[in-house]
């Protein structure tokens, strides 16, 4: 069984009908062997932008597409998977917003654990921390069979931790991944669309269907017309 490690960062508020459109949820999952070299290569971006390597790399506070794109060709050369879960905030009608992330981190959680079946790998998870996440509420979630309306296999997550984004390199590296997105959605663009095209070979694929996977909207009645111009976008 091979182990791997496994990076979450958000994107967004989420707020029901209130704040941001979307709430991106988005993992990166990577070998165990290879955490230091991919770790190296978000030090190889922050000097290409001249950043001092103990700084954070945040995606909002970078400026100028040609960084941007820099950032992007890079995740291109890494031996990771990203997985993508979009909640459409405005088509949510029976759940509180302060049951959004734990509610349809689920959705996550049963998309990397099925990725592990198919690797047979068993993955430790690095989630960057927010105000109201428990490791505790999150681990008795995944043990004691809660989740029932998702097939989460908690036999293949070995470890969870709650860090701080700022002292996990590859937590900075799911953010531009996850803000990048959020971005390309908020502005529906073909300038912010190519973002996410440069690193479309990355994105979990299931039987060709990289909807459902790695960009997984919910609900799955959500009229999202910016996800299916990006789908369009990167299928041409």
Not at 50 to 56: G, L, R, S, V
Not at 118 to 126: P, Q, S, W
Request: glycine share 4%; charged share 25%; with cysteine.
């Amino acid at each position: 069984m091979i182990e791997y490690n496994c990076y979450i960062d958000e994107s967004g508020d989420e707020g029901i009908r209130k704040g941001s459109k979307y709430f991106i949820l988005t993992a990166i999952i990577l070998k165990k062997e290879d955490d230091l070299k991919i770790s190296n290569a978000v030090d190889r971006i922050k000097e290409n932008l001249e950043m001092d390597k103990k700084a954070q790399l945040h995606w909002k506070l970078l400026k100028g597409l040609p960084n941007k794109n820099m950032i992007m060709n890079i995740i291109n050369t890494l031996d990771i998977k990203i997985i993508n879960v979009i909640v459409d905030t405005k088509s949510i009608q029976f759940i509180p917003s302060n049951n959004i992330y734990n509610y349809f981190s689920g959705y996550l959680y049963e998309r990397i654990c099925r990725y592990m079946s198919e690797v047979n790998g068993i993955v430790n998870i690095n989630i960057s921390s927010r105000g109201n996440l428990s490791k505790e509420k999150l681990n008795t979630y995944l043990n004691n069979n809660n989740h029932k309306k998702f097939n989460i296999n908690s036999d293949a997550i070995k470890n969870i931790k709650i860090i701080p984004n700022e002292r996990k390199k590859l937590l900075q590296l799911a953010d531009c991944c996850c803000s990048a997105l959020f971005q390309a959605l908020k502005y529906n663009d073909k300038t912010h669309f190519e973002y996410i095209k440069k690193i479309k070979s990355k994105i979990y694929v299931v039987n060709n269907n990289i909807l459902s996977y790695g960009l997984k909207i919910v609900p799955s009645n959500s009229n999202t017309k910016e996800l299916i111009e990006l789908i369009n976008y990167l299928n041409n």
